[in-house]
């Protein structure tokens, strides 16, 4: 029998304006009332999904940075998987070489490395991630454009990042040059210490091996005293495959997902436009 309830936020529970719908937090705070354990675990950092959640009143734990931060519903931090320092300037080496923008989720915020006006660049990139339509100027001019950038920190090097002791628990890298954001992915193939995933078309999050969201769930529930068939997972993305390639109790993407996903789960349900 269901007794935990485990959903991606982009392109899963949120909506097409990226929100969560009235109808699926609902939904959501009566499993809760009937003892369902819910429990969001997304590519995000904490900010970026409490950004979602606050809004929909929906308080539950939270597996983020695609498994790399794992914090309870008040926001204690329970489990933090980084990055060492040379796997760090080993990554940023071989992207830089693409000429990729590079963002850090870190123990102390988010972070760049480079001048003000490549962050500018950067923070656009990550913009248009969420608003593929929107234009440079009307980034620029959103909202979400400025509360990155008072939240996006400048670093001159990488190696401030120890020096300064930091610790880096995901890479999001980010291009609008597709073929290019395929080479560079493609290069960090065969890297043996680094987990890669994709949840845009635009972007590449880049994770130590051991946070992906799958394995950290599974410890996590079973802490607790759940087994995995007590687990229902609901995604639509490769950084979520970790989750559908285990033996989770019952697997549902939604119609939007990408094919991959949808081929692995034991259910399709409706597409997030549809509060699937």
Not at 141 to 159: A, P
Not at 182 to 206: P, Q, R, V
């Amino acid at each position: 029998m269901i007794k935990v309830i485990v959903s991606d936020l982009d392109d899963t529970l949120l909506g097409s304006d990226h929100k969560i719908s009235k109808v699926n937090a609902d939904t959501i705070k009566k499993a809760q009332d009937a003892g369902y354990r819910f429990i969001v675990a997304t590519g995000r950092q904490q900010t970026g999904a409490d950004s979602v959640l606050v809004p929909a009143h929906i308080t539950c734990e939270c597996i983020v940075a695609s498994g790399a931060e794992v914090n309870d519903a008040e926001r204690n931090n329970l489990k933090r998987i980084c990055m060492t320092y040379e796997e760090l300037e080993k990554v940023v080496e071989i992207e830089s070489a693409y000429g990729m923008r590079l963002l850090f989720f870190t123990d102390q915020g988010d972070y760049m490395i480079g001048t003000e006006k490549e962050k500018d660049e950067l923070i656009v990139e990550e913009v248009a991630m969420f608003f593929l339509s929107k234009s440079v100027e009307e980034i620029r001019n959103s909202e979400y454009y400025k509360v990155r950038d008072e939240m996006v920190h400048r670093l001159e090097r990488v190696t401030d990042f120890e020096k300064q002791k930091i610790e880096v628990y995901k890479i999001f890298v980010f291009s609008q040059d597709f073929e290019r954001l395929k080479e560079a992915k493609k290069a960090l193939e065969g890297i043996d210490f680094i987990s890669t995933a994709t949840a845009f078309i635009n972007s590449i999050e880049i994770t130590s091996i051991k946070a992906q969201k799958g394995p950290v769930l599974k410890e996590f529930i079973e802490e607790r005293g759940y087994t995995m068939d007590e687990v229902m997972i609901l995604g639509d993305s490769p950084n979520d495959w970790s989750m559908f390639d285990m033996d989770f109790g019952a697997t549902v993407a939604v119609a939007n997902g990408y094919e991959e996903i949808k081929d692995a789960a034991q259910y399709i349900t409706k597409s997030n436009a549809e509060n699937g």
